[in-house]
């Protein structure tokens, strides 16, 4: 058979082979493994890769299909958001923890406290620190410390400390020292500057204002002294109108 | 006997053509099994070139931009958000040295005074003065049940008990040093 395979001249030959051995043992053993390796060789190359990408094409057509609910809702969320609402309650949040060094409120403030708790006001002394360099913008919550001297009665005093956690800017007594009607207080105000990028992708779940962070807006509201101060204004015209 | 007309095969071309039977079979089953792995991969190309991913990535796409164009409120509503979370963090952590003054005055009893208050680290000192021995004892019972319900003091420390003359060296008041322990 050897010999026939090496006198094969044409496709002729190949046929006259072929029909010649085509029932023969050897022939379907020899067809049966060259279709082996044609199955192997097409499975993988073929077959094994088109079933990765077809579980790849799965696995990213749920995840599409999750970033488009995603997508969808935050549509309609952003939908639902009065830019005026936004607005005021991000004003809110900068007056609570300003982006700045904001001694201009911190004297406002102070100067709040000591009339609203009838104290009298000595000298204060701040330690703001740099207004603006790189380290300082790097530093992601920080304080400005001042130094109170207030004169007053224990009860006008302990007011004093009271209102301090109820005012804007946020802010803190860290040391207290009262005796013979005079109070030396130490305060921080807190602020934090504005992160250097906001990274805000759209396929996540927006952030939102939800009921415990409602709630702490409504506390700040009541802490707001700029619209107390606005009140107070409107009272004492109505009462010198009267 | 002539093996060209035997009409029954050796048991030689028995062998033979059961061997050629089992390789038909085998040859068979090899075609069949070329057959359903070529038909996988037809299949398997049509699900690849049939998917909806295409048109779902363009969906996303027009959904993304049409969000886009509320960037700036989306910014305000993140930058607002991370900042009330900060300020509720800060809210929550923040010492309340009013209310604790508030709390050792009003156990006061009539006629004593709250002149001192001092807070240090771990710490409050106070000094309390009254004309009466019975109403500093009083004090020490208040605060004795105030340290009891564990806020927010833990523990309290007499200093000094000391009776004050007037000129005429008679005592005018007495006065008491405390330390208040968190």
Same mark, same amino acid.
């Given at each position: 058979m050897l010999n026939e395979l090496n006198n094969i001249r044409s496709l002729e030959d190949i046929r006259i082979l072929y029909f010649k051995y085509k029932d023969a043992p050897q022939f379907s053993l020899a067809l049966s493994v060259l279709i082996a390796v044609v199955v192997i060789v097409v499975v993988g190359k073929f077959v094994m890769p088109q079933i990765d990408r077809w579980f790849s094409i799965q696995n990213e057509l749920k995840a599409t299909n999750d970033r488009i609910d995603t997508l969808q809702k935050n549509i309609s969320l952003v939908n639902s958001l009065s830019d005026q609402v936004i607005a005021t309650d991000y004003d809110l949040a900068k007056k609570a923890l300003p982006y700045v060094k904001d001694y201009t409120s911190i004297i406002n403030t102070i100067n709040y406290l000591a009339i609203s708790s009838s104290v009298s006001l000595d000298d204060y002394t701040f330690q703001v620190g740099n207004l603006s360099t790189t380290s300082a913008n790097l530093s992601p919550e920080t304080a400005i410390s001042v130094k109170v001297t207030i004169k007053g009665t224990i009860a006008q005093f302990q007011t004093f400390l009271q209102k301090v956690n109820e005012v804007l800017p946020l802010a803190e007594i860290v040391n207290v020292s009262y005796s013979n009607n005079s109070g030396d207080l130490g305060m921080i105000f807190f602020y934090k500057y504005l992160p250097k990028e906001t990274q805000i992708t759209y396929t996540d779940p927006l952030r939102v204002i939800d009921q415990d962070k409602l709630q702490t807006i409504e506390m700040l509201k009541k802490w707001d002294i700029t619209v107390k101060d606005v009140a107070f204004d409107q009272q004492v015209a109505s009462e010198s109108g009267n | 006997m002539n093996n060209e007309i035997n009409l029954l095969y050796s048991k030689k071309q028995q062998i033979l053509n059961a061997s050629a039977?089992?390789?038909?079979?085998?040859?068979? +089953?090899?075609?069949?099994?070329? !057959?359903? $792995?070529?038909?996988? =991969? #037809?299949?398997?190309?049509?699900?690849?070139? &049939?998917?909806?991913?295409?048109?779902?990535?363009?969906?996303?796409?027009?959904?993304?931009?049409?969000?886009?164009?509320?960037?700036?409120?989306?910014?305000?509503?993140?930058?607002?958000?991370?900042?009330?979370?900060?300020?509720?963090?800060?809210?929550?952590?923040?010492?309340?040295?009013?209310?604790?003054?508030?709390?050792?005055?009003?156990?006061?009893?009539? +006629?004593?005074?709250?002149?001192? !208050?001092? $807070?240090?680290?771990? =710490? #409050?000192?106070?000094?309390?003065?009254?004309? &009466?021995?019975?109403?500093i004892e009083e004090y020490f019972l208040s605060l004795s049940k105030l340290v009891e319900k564990g806020t927010p003091f833990q523990r309290v420390y007499v200093n000094l008990l000391e009776a004050v003359k007037d000129q005429d060296q008679q005592i005018k008041s007495f006065q008491v040093k405390l330390t208040l322990y968190f």
């Open positions: - | 039977s089992r390789a038909r079979v085998v040859r068979m +089953g090899a075609v069949g099994l070329l !057959f359903l $792995v070529g038909a996988t =991969s #037809v299949v398997l190309f049509l699900l690849v070139i &049939s998917s909806p991913l295409p048109s779902l990535a363009a969906k996303e796409k027009e959904l993304e931009n049409t969000l886009k164009t509320s960037d700036a409120k989306i910014v305000n509503v993140t930058l607002a958000v991370i900042r009330l979370s900060d300020v509720k963090t800060i809210i929550s952590k923040r010492s309340h040295y009013g209310d604790y003054l508030q709390a050792l005055r009003d156990i006061l009893p009539a +006629g004593t005074d709250l002149t001192e !208050f001092t $807070v240090e680290k771990e =710490s #409050v000192n106070i000094t309390v003065s009254s004309p &009466s021995l019975e109403s």
